[in-house]
């Protein structure tokens, strides 16, 4: 996706990125609700998908395709800048040597991009940490099957009793938000000083 919007001009491209972009927009639990409506049991795609044996709704598939949804823009748009930043005189050059396009696009733009894409992995992986309003409208807070974290911190601060528990949790997800920022700045660095050879 990041690929398309960043090399190809077509028809209907803003409506594209917009579409991509607008989880980061839209309130959590619309997205979950709509995300209800199309993949619960008698939604046009999850209906479909039952005949088959594959439920999203209200299983830990839910919790996981729900947490994707909303973490794929963060993933897309560093992505997308990195191919971008990539000179295409380069892909040019390897092409009119006779290189095929996927080789093109796994030996030179793929390695430039990499600063992007592993920044994106880390952040879609922080946001979907943290996901609770799509989640707990598409698939709720079940125990042991969809409780996430965020749900859970949630749950312990409405019982009595449960602040320790909630701070435990806080504490576990600040812990994991902020390696998994600081693991994207150094993989970043270092696979810029790797293709800069520096």
Known sequence: MAWLLARRDFWGKSVLDAVVHLPLVLP???????????????GAVGQWLAEFGIVFAFRWTGAALACGVM???????????????????LEQAAATLGAAPWRVFFS??????????????????????????????FVS?????????????????QTPDGDAGAMRLVIVSIIISTVALVASEVLARRAGRRLHGL
Request: a positive charge; charged letters at 10%; aromatic letters at 8%.
């Open 28 to 42: 959590p639990v619309v997205t979950g609700y709509l995300l209800l409506l199309t993949f619960g049991r008698r």
């Open 71 to 89: 973490a794929f823009p963060l993933l897309v748009r560093p992505i997308r800048l990195s191919i971008e930043a990539v000179d295409q005189r």
């Open 108 to 137: 030179i733009t793929l390695p430039l991009a990499l600063p992007g894409v592993v920044a994106g992995m880390m952040l879609g992986f922080a946001k979907a940490i943290g996901e609770f309003g799509a989640t707990i409208t």
């Open 141 to 157: 807070n079940i125990p042991g099957e969809t409780q996430t974290i965020s749900a859970a911190i949630y749950t312990l601060t």
